[in-house]
C-alpha cells in the first residue's frame, strides 16, 4: 500500500490517543493507494483486542466507496507488542479476505508500521509505501 505521510500520522495519532487500549479503522483507497482514514471505536475498549460496530463498518464502507474508492485496509494497533497478527487478527481476518491488515507499534520508543495480506491462515508482509 502507499500512504501519504498525513494519512499514517492520523493513524499513529489515533493509536496513541487510544492507548493502552488498541485502536482501530478503516483505510480507503483506489489502486493500491490511500486516500483516506476512518477511525474507528474499539467496541471492546481493550489492551488485547479490538472489535468495530458493524453498523459503523457498514456506513464507512459505504462513504469509502461512494467516493469511487474501496477499502483497502483494516489497520488497528498492538500496545504491547510487536506489529505481526495475532491469532485473534488471524481469525478475525477471515471476514475480510483481500483487505490488508495495517498494524502499528507502540511497544518501542518509535511507532513501528506493518502491513499484512492474511488468507487461509496465512501472513504474508506487504510493503508500506509512504509518500
Not at 460496530?53 to 507488542?81: A, C, K, N, Q, W
Not at 507502540?106 to 504474508?124: F, H, K, M, T
Amino acid at each position: 500500500m502507499k500512504i501519504a505521510r498525513e494519512l499514517l500520522d492520523q493513524i499513529i495519532d489515533h493509536a496513541r490517543r487510544d492507548a493502552p487500549d488498541e485502536c482501530c479503522g478503516l483505510i480507503g483507497g483506489r489502486d493500491g493507494r490511500a486516500t483516506s482514514v476512518h477511525p474507528q471505536i474499539n467496541s471492546v475498549r481493550s489492551p488485547l483486542r479490538f472489535e468495530m460496530p458493524g453498523m459503523d463498518v457498514f456506513r464507512t464502507t459505504e462513504e469509502i466507496e461512494d467516493r469511487g474508492d474501496e477499502l483497502l485496509s483494516v489497520y488497528h494497533s498492538h500496545t504491547r507488542s510487536a506489529p505481526y497478527p495475532s491469532q485473534t487478527d488471524i481469525n478475525f481476518s477471515v471476514g475480510w479476505p483481500g483487505i490488508e491488515w495495517l498494524i502499528v507499534g507502540l511497544a518501542g520508543d518509535e511507532p513501528e508500521i506493518r502491513s499484512y495480506v492474511i488468507a487461509d491462515g496465512q501472513v504474508q508482509e506487504v510493503d508500506v509505501e509512504v509518500e
